[in-house]
């Protein structure tokens, strides 16, 4: 009688790790967004702004939470700011073009009520973001000398 082979508890735990880390990404996401339409709304509303100038401006000021909040609660990265800055606005830019391709091809080309579209673009946006920065923005970088191996970066 064959034995059906046993989970590897190593990978259990990283993939609890894994999971507690997006959702800490996701409650990132959340403070962020919460200042961008905050800030939006507030400039819009007092005659500030025009609502494209006020989406810049709370879409920098939730980036800014986004990569503060990010870089000490999800990602602890010891990375220097000089190094995850640049990286994180890459990464963000990509994000915003991907939502600007996605929004033109489903409101535009298909159709789609806007929010729906909104809602499928954030989606695709949130993982994209998600995997660039952990794999590159606030990645653990290995030491000089060592192995990939012994360093634990892969």
Same mark, same amino acid.
């Given at each position: 009688?064959?034995?059906?082979?046993?989970?590897?508890?190593?990978?259990?735990?990283?993939?609890?790790?894994?999971?507690?880390?997006?959702?800490?990404? !996701?409650?990132?996401?959340?403070?962020?967004?919460?200042?961008?339409?905050?800030?939006?709304?507030?400039? !819009?509303?007092?005659?500030?702004?025009?609502?494209?100038?006020?989406?810049?401006?709370?879409?920098?000021?939730?980036?800014?939470?986004?990569?503060?909040?990010?870089?000490?609660?999800?990602?602890?990265?010891?990375?220097?700011?000089?190094?995850?800055?640049?990286?994180?606005?890459? +990464?963000?830019?990509?994000?915003?073009?991907?939502?600007?391709?996605?929004?033109?091809?489903?409101?535009?080309?298909?159709?789609?009520?806007?929010?729906?579209?909104?809602?499928?673009?954030?989606?695709?946006?949130?993982?994209?973001?998600?995997?660039?920065?952990?794999?590159?923005?606030?990645? !653990?970088?290995?030491?000089?000398?060592?192995?990939?191996? +012994?360093?634990?970066?892969?």
């Amino acid at each position: 009688m064959a034995r059906e082979p046993r989970a590897d508890p190593w990978e259990a735990a990283a993939l609890a790790a894994l999971a507690r880390q997006f959702l800490s990404y !996701v409650g990132v996401s959340l403070a962020a967004l919460a200042v961008h339409y905050a800030l939006l709304a507030a400039l !819009v509303e007092t005659g500030r702004a025009d609502p494209v100038r006020a989406a810049l401006a709370g879409y920098l000021a939730g980036a800014v939470v986004s990569y503060g909040l990010n870089r000490r609660l999800t990602y602890a990265s010891a990375r220097p700011h000089a190094e995850a800055t640049w990286r994180f606005g890459i +990464v963000a830019a990509i994000g915003f073009g991907l939502t600007w391709l996605i929004m033109a091809g489903l409101t535009r080309g298909l159709g789609l009520p806007y929010l729906a579209a909104q809602v499928l673009a954030t989606g695709v946006v949130v993982f994209w973001n998600f995997l660039g920065h952990r794999v590159w923005t606030f990645a !653990v970088r290995p030491a000089p000398g060592l192995s990939e191996e +012994v360093s634990g970066a892969r």
